[in-house]
């Protein structure tokens, strides 16, 4: 995960003690995952007819998920003695763009050759290829900090930040675990597996401490 914004602030009430700011600006947010599933089979009983091939096959889903929008918000301060608090509360607003990509890939070897065939197990010809699409969302973010003056010029700080991600496309969510077996020559019933994006909503926490030194 990965993300930027640029942000200015506008300041809408002071006091010898508190400050409140205005936040708005852009914000970009990036999430990629990726899950691959491999498996490998080797025949070692003679007795096999189909001794000594050996099978290999594999599965890969592949998840991007891009935000870019405005982001408005309120930032404030207030002061008690050695101790400060800062509070933040904003929201980025825009476009959620996910692509979801989904590939497979079985190989047989036998004799000195082998077979290639562009299909897994999870990933069929039923669900592979890649699929965009993109929504509208609303990205909520808040934050809190406290702060102690140990001297005129050092801060210790304790703070922690939360922020949700909604309607993303992540990769284990898009395996489809209902696999039909009638998958064959001539074809029957429903195609199975396929593909149907499932949305989450992806949290994003974190913890920070340190030490500031204003001169």
Not at 8 to 34: A, C, D
Not at 66 to 74: H, P
Not at 95 to 122: F, H, P
Not at 130 to 144: C, K, M, R
Request: glycine share 8%; with cysteine.
């Amino acid at each position: 995960i990965a993300g930027a914004d640029l942000s200015l602030k506008r300041l809408v009430y002071v006091t010898p003690h508190s400050r409140w700011e205005m936040l708005y600006g852009f914000q970009y947010i990036s999430l990629n995952e990726s899950l691959d599933i491999q498996s490998n089979t080797q025949i070692v009983d003679p007795q096999d007819i189909r001794f000594p091939a050996s099978f290999a096959l594999t599965d890969s889903f592949s998840t991007q998920n891009q935000f870019r929008g405005f982001q408005v918000g309120l930032q404030g301060s207030k002061q008690y003695g050695c101790w400060y608090y800062e509070g933040m509360l904003r929201f980025g607003l825009g476009s959620m763009e996910r692509t979801v990509t989904i590939n497979g890939q079985n190989s047989i070897t036998s004799n000195g050759s082998t077979a290639t065939e562009a299909q897994g197990l999870l990933a069929r010809f039923s669900n592979s290829g890649s699929f965009a699409s993109d929504t509208f969302v609303v990205v909520p973010e808040a934050g809190l900090l406290v702060g102690y003056s140990l001297t005129k010029n050092i801060d210790l700080t304790l703070g922690y930040t939360a922020m949700m991600l909604p309607k993303v496309a992540q990769a284990a969510s898009q395996v489809d675990v209902d696999l039909a077996s009638n998958l064959s020559n001539p074809l029957s019933g429903a195609l199975r597996p396929s593909f149907v994006l499932n949305e989450t909503n992806y949290w994003l926490s974190g913890l920070n401490f340190g030490a500031q030194w204003r001169y």
